[in-house]
């Protein structure tokens, strides 16, 4: 299973999303020092979900990290979040 298939299956199963987009970004960084040349490196993550409602950014930005914890102590070396409720993301 790919690095991207594995972020959309734990987070399918910690949150059941209403919405969910994983990108994988690591061809911009491909040429950057700290890049491990994987191909499956640097992901985009942006989730829509009720487990998100009266959090801060901050703590559904651990929620997140936390239930990736193995991928990010492995083979993802940057993620970026956008976590949203329902609600806010229909405001967008």
Same mark, same amino acid.
């Given at each position: 299973?790919?690095?991207?298939?594995?972020?959309?299956?734990?987070?399918?199963? !910690?949150?059941?999303? #209403?919405?969910?987009?994983? %990108?994988?970004?690591?061809? %911009?960084? !491909?040429?950057?020092?700290? #890049?491990?040349?994987?191909?499956?490196?640097?992901?985009?993550?942006?989730?829509?979900?009720?487990?998100?409602?009266?959090?801060? &950014?901050?703590? &559904?930005? &651990?929620?997140?990290?936390?239930?990736?914890? !193995?991928?990010?102590?492995?083979?993802?070396?940057?993620?970026?979040?956008?976590?949203?409720?329902?609600?806010? #993301?229909?405001?967008?």
């Amino acid at each position: 299973m790919s690095v991207e298939d594995s972020i959309k299956a734990k987070l399918t199963e !910690a949150f059941s999303p #209403s919405g969910l987009t994983v %990108l994988n970004q690591s061809h %911009l960084h !491909a040429t950057h020092a700290s #890049s491990p040349g994987t191909g499956e490196s640097h992901f985009k993550v942006e989730i829509v979900s009720e487990d998100f409602a009266g959090l801060s &950014r901050v703590e &559904r930005h &651990r929620m997140v990290n936390e239930a990736l914890g !193995a991928l990010l102590a492995g083979p993802v070396h940057a993620l970026s979040i956008k976590a949203a409720t329902p609600a806010e #993301s229909q405001q967008n």
